[in-house]
Every structure is written in C-alpha cells, then in structure tokens.
C-alpha cells in the first residue's frame, strides 16, 4: 500500500501536462491571446501565430511593427481539478488511510496540465510579402482515477508532447482579375513544421504504479512512443471588404503523432472575421470579431459541430509604444471564454480561460474549464 501511495503522488506531479482519457481535440499549440477569444483565427490571424491557424495571416501583420521577435514566450494551462493534487499529496504525507480517503473523494475527475512554448521566433512584414520562423514546444496530458477494477485500472493517461521548428512565408496578391471580377488582396500563405513527439495512452493498476515506485523507474519516459513529423500548412485570406476578411486554411498536411495512441490529424478550416481599426487612436483603436469552423472534413473522432465551432472578439483597449492593453472573449465549444494581455515596454503578460468538451460527444460530459497564463519577452 505504501509503494501504491508514493506511486499515485508521484505520478500525478509527474502528469502535470497529461490529459485523462477524453475524447479531446489534441491542439498542437494554443495561444492564450486566442484562446481567450474563442479560439478563432482562421480570418483574422495576423501574428507570429498564425502559423497555428492560418499561414496567410503572416502577410497581415502591420508593416509598422517592422521586425517582431519573441524571446521565451511560455504558457501554462491548469483544470479546475488541478488544485485537488496537492491535497492528495499532503494526505499520503500523513498516513496511508488519509490518502487512500482523499483519492476516492477524486474518483471519475479528470486533472490537465499543459505546457504551450514558443522560445524563440522572429517575423517581419515586407511590402507585400510576410514571413515568419521560430521553434516551439507544447505538451498537454490529461489524468483520470477509477475505482481500479475495470481494464483503465486506477489512473488513465492520454497526453501528447512536441518540439520542433516552425516557418511560413505569405504573400498579398492585389487586384488579381478573375473573369469579369477583379479581386481585391487576396493573402496566400504555405508552411511547414518538423516536430519530434512523444505519445501516451493507457491505464495503470494499482500494481502497476507499486512496481514503478519500488524500482523508482520514470513512469512517463517509460511508457511514450516517440516519434517525428514533417507536416504542410496552406491557407489564403481574402477581403470582402476594407472591414471584413474570408480564410481557409489546411494545417498539418501528414499529421502528427500516433494514430493507435494520440494524433492530431490534417484538418481543412474556415472562418470570417470583422476588423474596425483606426491607426491614429491610442485607446479604443481596434476592435475585431471572428467565426470560425474547424475540422471541416471530420478527421477528429467525432462528429459534433458545436465542438468544431469558434467565435470571439478582441478589443485594443489601449495601444501605445510602450505599452498595450487588450480583452478578449468569445465561445469557444459552446462554453464562454475569456482573457486580458498586457505589454509593458518588452514584458507581456496575457491570461485566458475556457472549457473544453472531453466526452464523445458534445455535452455528454461536463466541460473541463480551463485557466491559462502567459508570459513572454516581445520586441
């Protein structure tokens, strides 16, 4: 019992960017900024991280912020649940029953920690041409207790970690003439990422978890299957309108991970995006609204339009040389989302909340609401 208990601590400090066994739409990064409103970006990308949602966005980063470069740019995503760990932790300090007593106060609840990182990038606007390179790495890992009888045994894991590089280069075309139609800038955007990635998805009994404690081995490098990826991203934006913009983008052409245990697979998005902007303002300058749908062709599990579905809207409440304020909210799985980022001088901070649906489908579980913080060099 005293190895089952050390085991059970052990591995849950460990699991703090797993994810329980869920039916998750597994992301390969998020960003708290976006995240915040709703997730959307498939018509409004116009950062560094549009490489995440649309390449074409890269060709829509203001010409006025010249060279953009980010330096250890890290976030961190916590469930609800999470702060239940470090009771389980404190009660196996005490004795074997408090222990045994507090895990069963968390049968069935599902605990996430993720990790999101961008430690590096550069990007820059050109006339008409936008570009932008950088390495990144993210994990999510969600963990699970059951009564311990069934085939999932005491603690279930599914969680996937990546790390590579990343790059995209778009272009805007102006005035491109279509039969009898002359088309206003029309942004085409391509990338491309290798990514080294680990994978887990399975359950541990209680003899498990005993075994790995009394031989002290490391219980998640044990048990990923690791491997590399090579994927392709597409993506073009269009102007309606000075105001409103069109995109669709397929990201992660090849896919990436393991489709027996985790995989984030190929999918084709769309969305539409209203942006009313006016340069010469420092406060209220910017207020921008976007919808998009995700994983048109279904590559993810299920079916649910409502899990596929991303709406937001970000407003510059403040925007200056040295420093930045913004708010952000929006629905994001149909469960509201939230966040701020504030930029003083180089240092930016953002933080952000929102659920996500983990049952197989739309509303069969509880959403997991979820908090992320940011904190990042910018320049």
Do not use: C
Request: no cysteine.
């Amino acid at each position: 019992m005293k190895y089952k208990v050390a085991a059970i601590g052990s591995f849950f400090m460990l699991a703090a960017s797993l994810e329980a066994v869920t039916y998750e739409y597994f992301q390969l990064y998020k960003d708290t900024k976006v995240m915040g409103a709703g997730g959307a970006g498939v018509a409004s990308a116009n950062s560094f991280s549009a490489i995440f949602s649309n390449p074409a966005g890269l060709a829509r980063m203001p010409k006025e912020y010249g060279w953009e470069f980010q330096l250890i740019n890290i976030a961190a995503v916590i469930n609800e649940n999470t702060k239940n760990l470090q009771d389980i932790l404190d009660a196996a300090d005490e004795s074997e029953t408090k222990a045994a007593q507090e895990l069963d106060k968390h049968i069935g609840k599902s605990y996430h920690i993720g990790i999101n990182a961008v430690p590096l990038s550069v990007s820059k606007m050109f006339d008409e041409t936008g570009f932008g390179v950088g390495l990144v790495y993210s994990a999510s890992v969600n963990a699970v207790a059951h009564q311990g009888f069934g085939a999932s045994g005491i603690l279930e894991i599914n969680g996937i970690a990546v790390g590579g590089a990343a790059l995209g280069i778009a272009h805007n075309f102006n005035d491109v003439p279509i039969g009898k139609w002359l088309l206003n800038t029309i942004s085409v955007g391509a990338g491309a990422k290798y990514l080294q990635y680990g994978v887990i998805s399975r359950g541990y009994s209680p003899a498990d978890l005993a075994g790995y404690a009394s031989e002290d081995k490391d219980v998640l490098n044990e048990d990923f299957e690791n491997g590399n990826s090579f994927v392709l991203d597409l993506g073009v934006i269009y102007n309606l309108s000075s105001n409103f913009s069109v995109g669709t983008s397929v990201l992660n052409i090849g896919g990436i991970g393991d489709k027996g245990l985790i995989y984030i697979p190929m999918t084709v998005n769309a969305g539409g995006a209203y942006t009313y902007r006016v340069s010469e303002r420092a406060f209220f300058n910017q207020v921008r609204v976007s919808l998009d749908l995700i994983d048109i062709t279904q590559e993810y599990d299920d079916d649910s339009l409502i899990k596929r579905t991303r709406f937001g809207a970000d407003l510059n409440v403040w925007d200056g040389s040295f420093s930045t304020f913004a708010l952000q909210a929006g629905l994001y799985q149909g469960e509201f989302t939230g966040g701020f980022s504030l930029r003083l001088a180089l240092v930016e901070i953002a933080a952000s909340t929102y659920a996500e649906q983990i049952g197989a489908y739309n509303g069969q579980d509880e959403a997991d609401r979820r908090y992320m913080v940011s904190v990042g060099l910018n320049w």
